[in-house]
């Protein structure tokens, strides 16, 4: 199917939250206002679900450290099916679900945190937990179900029914006008049709959530029975890392699913998905941030017995960076996750954006830490783990950690379309107030009425700019304990750099209009300035928080402070960037490369790519191969 540009920015724009539901301080950052009152002083837990929560995550990690062997599950490729049935013996695939309909009923911080439990004890079985009840049918139905779907699926789901979520095609990546599986309405049912690609846990599903485009309504959401007749799954996808991950193909060929099945209204399947996935991308960073602590662990131990010249390695400046690294950023990786999720908890809080950093942010750094692991162990972190145990060695799967982690870069929203997400999201006051003069389609009546409102609105916002309580030498004492490193001097740079990242887009929007969403490497640098700037924030109250409860206070200061070091350096690069970047050269030069002035570049090697064609056939029809589809009894 081809769209046109125009076609799917209408598409991807009408799916939007367009009201902003409620306080976000990482919305006022991105318009310089630094607000920490929105997010310091954290409320106490509630002590019942502190215990409950707790209570839970001793029983998980009994279980997976009796049960799950995550080095058997890369090896064989597979979750065992008595895993299985144990996770769903100890109730783990209703850790979401509230116990009216059967679930433990965790809330998001310590669902997060049995997550990243799992995760680190297999990184594929955290996964197939997530993509069941984050983006599955419980997150779906929970926010959007009716309550007779609630009580025909929920139950289903707590006792371990596994679910999936059918959006993406062979064809269809993050440009879902161009979605071409359909949904026909039929008396009391729909018919639906379509391939779907990289259906997470859609190989042993027993329950799907299906997005397919209703004629003259638009993409819709269905629950769908996996054992329906017309499903096939055509393929199960191996890769490179998350082994056994249960992703496959699936065709749908005339599938009858009623009418009752469907969530919400036709047309606000894009709108429920992205929904979903504000609290559902939370599952990421929990995963990430548990890789971080693996790697500071193993990175600690080996890099202290490691003698080189004279001394443990880490006693050397090279590596030890590293392992600071690892250390400030694994504190602020848990920072964040603790905050989004408690926030999250709260309710009354718009977190679109804090949750889409979480994601952003955890991915790449988890990603660099392993990396940074991987150099840290040298050889012995390219071997496998079998192989190092072979030779009488300690089995160190760090070779398969960096394999692992490198899928949350591009699960549910690659980096790249994360940034824009977020980017759109930021400027969102901007186009409210000024779209009509940023737009070069607007009429004139729509270039008048926007410049009345951008002439009050930036009247009052502009000169908010020039200064603020960041220049102050007193500001944020609370942050300023003796004996402890001063984090308060960290929150006025947050607060100066929020001001000037705001006049730094208000002069690329000046400047580029309406062609500002082509400018992609300029928003990412804002983005990752932001997120630099929000992480940063994250970590000082996160230190705050352990100080009052005198819970390792000073120590968290001063993870804090390293990492606050640490990212002011990266934001001043990204400053920097902004002005004076080669993003103009590379573009000319990916110009001529398209036009194939560059082949000559190419020759001299021998090329293993099989033949075939670079996107599968996606023709609606009946199956032609066998269904791979498993059952897990």
């Known amino acids: 199917m081809t769209v046109s540009e125009d076609e799917a920015r209408r598409v991807a724009e009408g799916a939007r939250q367009r009201e902003w539901r409620g306080p976000s301080f990482a919305r006022e950052l991105f318009l310089g206002r630094f607000r920490p009152d929105l997010i310091h002083p954290r409320p106490e837990p509630d002590p019942e679900v502190a215990?409950?929560?707790?209570?839970?995550?001793?029983?998980?990690?009994?279980?997976?450290?009796?049960?799950?062997?995550?080095?058997?599950?890369?090896?064989?490729?597979?979750?065992?099916?008595?895993?299985?049935?144990?996770?769903?013996?100890?109730?783990?695939?209703?850790?979401?679900?509230?116990?009216?309909?059967?679930?433990?009923?965790?809330?998001?911080?310590?669902?997060?945190?049995?997550?990243?439990?799992?995760?680190?004890?297999?990184?594929?079985?955290?996964?197939?937990?997530?993509?069941?009840?984050?983006?599955?049918?419980?997150?779906?139905?929970?926010?959007?179900?009716?309550?007779?779907q609630k009580r025909a699926f929920l139950p289903r789901c707590a006792r371990g029914e596994i679910s999936a979520f059918l959006l993406t095609e062979p064809d269809v990546g993050s440009d879902p006008a161009r979605l071409a599986a359909t949904a026909e309405r039929d008396g009391d049912s729909y018919l639906l049709d379509g391939v779907k690609l990289w259906t997470t846990n859609g190989v042993v599903a027993d329950l799907l959530v299906v997005m397919a485009k209703v004629p003259d309504a638009g993409i819709t959401a269905f629950v769908v029975e996996a054992d329906s007749p017309g499903i096939t799954v055509e393929h199960r996808n191996e890769f490179m890392g998350l082994r056994g991950l249960e992703n496959g193909v699936t065709r749908l060929h005339r599938v009858r699913v009623p009418a009752v099945n469907r969530i919400g209204e036709e047309g606000e399947g894009l709108r429920i998905a992205l929904t979903t996935l504000t609290t559902g991308r939370l599952a990421m960073p929990a995963t990430c941030a548990a890789a971080g602590k693996w790697c500071l662990r193993v990175g600690r131990e080996w890099s202290q017995a490691r003698i080189q010249w004279g001394k443990p390695i880490a006693r050397h400046e090279a590596i030890g960076s590293r392992l600071a690294f690892i250390a400030a950023t694994t504190f602020a990786m848990e920072a964040v996750l603790d905050l989004v999720s408690e926030l999250a908890d709260e309710g009354g809080r718009d977190i679109r954006i804090e949750a889409a950093i979480a994601k952003l942010y955890g991915s790449e750094m988890a990603w660099r830490m392993a990396d940074d692991l991987v150099q840290i162990r040298g050889g012995r972190g390219f071997e496998t783990a079998d192989s190092l145990v072979a030779r009488g060695e300690r089995g160190v799967p760090a070779e398969q950690l960096l394999r692992d982690l490198r899928i949350y870069r591009i699960f549910e929203g690659s980096s790249e379309i994360m940034r824009l997400l977020i980017a759109r999201e930021a400027v969102d006051t901007h186009l409210k107030v000024a779209g009509g003069l940023i737009e070069p389609d607007s009429s004139l009546t729509e270039k008048r009425r926007a410049l009345t409102a951008a002439g009050r609105f930036y009247a009052r916002w502009l000169p908010s700019l020039a200064v603020g309580r960041g220049q102050l030498p007193l500001s944020y004492g609370d942050f300023h304990v003796s004996r402890h490193p001063n984090l308060a001097a960290h929150l006025r740079y947050v607060e100066r750099a929020a001001r000037r990242l705001a006049r730094e887009t208000f002069y690329a929007m000046s400047r580029w209009r309406g062609r500002l969403e082509t400018k992609q490497r300029l928003l990412a640098r804002v983005v990752d300035i932001g997120s630099e700037l929000f992480v940063m924030t994250a970590a000082c109250v996160h230190a705050e928080r352990l100080r009052d409860q005198d819970d390792h206070g000073r120590q968290a200061y001063r993870l804090a402070d390293v990492f606050c070091r640490q990212a002011r350096q990266r934001v001043e690069a990204l400053f920097a960037e902004l002005m004076h970047n080669t993003d103009v050269a590379d573009q000319a030069l990916v110009r001529q490369l398209l036009e194939g002035d560059y082949r000559w570049l190419e020759d001299g090697i021998l090329d293993p790519t099989a033949e075939g064609p670079w996107i599968a056939d996606t023709t609606p029809g009946p199956a032609t191969t066998p269904n791979v589809h498993r059952h897990i009894p």
Not at 66 to 73: F, L, N, Q, T
Not at 83 to 111: D, S, T
């Open 51 to 148: 215990r409950h929560g707790q209570e839970y995550l001793d029983r998980l990690r009994a279980f997976c450290e009796r049960a799950i062997d995550g080095a058997r599950i890369d090896r064989e490729g597979r979750v065992p099916d008595e895993v299985v049935a144990g996770l769903r013996e100890i109730g783990a695939f209703g850790m979401k679900i509230a116990p009216e309909y059967g679930g433990i009923g965790l809330n998001h911080l310590y669902y997060n945190r049995a997550l990243a439990l799992v995760g680190s004890a297999s990184p594929a079985v955290g996964a197939m937990l997530s993509a069941h009840q984050s983006i599955g049918v419980p997150e779906p139905l929970k926010l959007f179900g009716t309550e007779e």
